[in-house]
């Protein structure tokens, strides 16, 4: 019996020793975040960061097999560039976490009242974001859900005073939305679909990154950085720094080759370059462990 239990010991050591020598290597692919300049979000709020022990030490979500799947709930009238994105990010966020991910039905425009819409600033029909969150997505409990996102084809805003919010999330309840109206110019167009998915890509890990407790990275740049615009979402990697996957990874317990290497063929195949060549860059310094 003690033979055995030695020899379990040992095994167990050898896996966490694997994983740890995974993070260490693709540590070395992390870029250092620039100093935050007028109108960036650590510029603007000042954040303490999460380590990885403070981040195991904290109430977060872990998949089990009754609560497993991440749901999807587009909500308008989508085009079909817009709905082809849709299926784009269900199989991302899929590959992303490991987990499974599903769509769900359209929901039609009509479920918001009149007294959560507006004309806004830019005299263009909005959503309140909150009501959506409270009164839409809280009503929806789809079965093994561990997460539930909403897309929006209509701008959103988050109270009065604001001209327009990007999305909005409750952590504690696992919901979220996200409007994708101002990720391209005007209209999505052939011309500019890769730029509008790769942010769609980068806002939607974020958020339910957060959902399983991540919080913002003010470590290197990556996906679970804050953001104040567009601009600053456009500046910053698709990938997770090795301290957020690490994290990820404990709560999850995926296989992390096969993750990069499924993440990297998804970027290559939809054309994301900068994407496949920082999953590249990662599998390079894993290859031979």
């Not at 990007?166 to 999505?188: E, M, N």
Request: proline letters at 3%.
């Amino acid at each position: 019996m003690k033979k055995f239990l030695l020899l379990v010991f040992v095994i167990v050591l050898s896996c966490n020793s694997k994983k740890s020598d995974y993070f260490e290597a693709i540590a070395e692919n992390d870029i250092k975040l620039f100093p935050p300049k007028p109108g960036d979000w650590l510029y603007s709020y000042k954040e303490s960061g999460q380590n990885f022990e403070q981040f195991l030490n904290s109430k977060h979500i872990i998949p089990t097999t009754e609560n497993n799947i991440i749901y999807l709930q587009p909500i308008g009238k989508f085009d079909s560039l817009q709905s082809k994105q849709i299926k784009l990010v269900e199989e991302y966020l899929r590959i992303f976490f490991q987990l499974k991910t599903k769509t769900l039905d359209n929901v039609s425009n009509d479920v918001i009242p009149k007294h959560a819409r507006r004309i806004g600033p830019d005299q263009n029909e909005q959503f309140l974001a909150g009501f959506i969150l409270d009164s839409v997505l809280k009503k929806e409990k789809p079965q093994n859900g561990i997460g539930l996102m909403a897309l929006t084809e209509v701008d959103l805003y988050p109270k009065p005073e604001w001209s327009f919010v990007f999305g909005l999330a409750s952590y504690r309840d696992r919901i979220a939305v996200s409007s994708i109206y101002r990720l391209y110019d005007k209209r999505l167009q052939n011309k500019d679909f890769n730029l509008c998915l790769e942010r769609l890509l980068k806002i939607c890990s974020h958020e339910i990154g957060h959902m399983f407790g991540l919080h913002h990275c003010i470590d290197a740049n990556c996906v679970m950085n804050g953001t104040n615009s567009l601009s600053e979402t456009d500046e910053h990697t698709l990938r997770l720094c090795s301290n957020c996957q690490r994290k990820l990874n404990s709560s999850i317990k995926y296989d992390n080759k096969k993750r990069l290497i499924e993440l990297e063929k998804y970027f290559k195949r939809n054309n994301l370059a900068t994407g496949a060549e920082l999953m590249k860059k990662d599998f390079e310094k894993i290859k031979n462990k």
